[in-house]
Antibody, heavy 119, light 108 residues
């Protein structure tokens, strides 16, 4: 079964750090570009980061640039999001999503992990 | 940055009716990279339409995507109870890969 499972969310104080993980299974992880998308409580979807198959190409939304770092370990079929200097507006559900060139879209999503930034 | 504006914000319809959702881009988007997702409460988004008009695997044919350039439309021909959800368009043509703000389709 094709699956993505996020972990690492939790409660953190403003200015703190968290590292999210996304574990992939059921497909050749190293052949797929990956993304992080987040959703603030009661709000819409916000794309925040992209990483190419080999980690060579990386993009960020302006809202997280300079604070968040995406990486991947193809040997472990995993992607990561290191989040530093967290702000209350970073609160939300964080989803990892697989990009498939055939669909030119994000066709597989994880169930999400919740991040709360509050004192 | 390409801004996607969805309308209406909320659409109130009854089962069996036809729904028309709009997604307008601030600049031209290749149809290849215009995508529609469906999201139900407490769930992750689900791929609905890719390439502006192609249904993803398992998506019923009552869902139709159309449009080009800056104007795209998602049409649901006859609403079923399970179709009431939030719908997002997204462009994956140029970073940042922006989403529209969503259209909530609610039962009238």
């Amino acid at each position: 079964e094709v699956q993505l499972v996020e972990s690492g969310g939790g409660l953190v104080q403003p200015g703190g750090s968290l590292r999210l993980s996304c574990a992939a299974s059921g497909f050749p992880f190293s052949s797929h570009e990956m993304n992080w998308v987040r959703q603030a409580p009661g709000k819409g979807l916000e794309w925040i980061s992209y990483i190419g198959e080999n980690g060579n190409n990386i993009f960020y939304a302006d809202s997280v640039k300079g604070r968040f770092t995406v990486s991947r370990d193809n040997a472990k079929s995993s992607m990561y999001l290191q989040m530093n200097n967290l702000r209350p507006e970073d609160t939300g559900i964080y989803y990892c999503a697989r990009y498939w060139y055939y669909y030119a879209s994000m066709d597989v999503w994880g169930q999400g992990t919740a991040v709360t930034v509050s004192s | 940055e390409i801004v996607l504006t969805q309308s209406p914000g909320t659409l109130s319809l009854s089962p069996g009716e036809r729904a028309t959702l709009s997604c307008r881009a601030s600049q031209s988007v290749s149809s290849t990279y215009l995508i529609w997702y469906q999201q139900k409460p407490g769930q992750a988004p689900r791929l609905l339409i890719y390439g502006a008009s192609n249904r993803a695997t398992g998506i019923p044919d009552r869902f139709t995507g159309s449009g080009s350039g800056t104007d795209f439309t998602l049409t649901i021909s006859r609403l079923e109870p399970e179709d009431f959800a939030v719908y997002y368009c997204q462009q994956y043509g140029s970073s940042p890969y922006t989403f529209g703000q969503g259209t909530k389709l609610e039962i009238k």
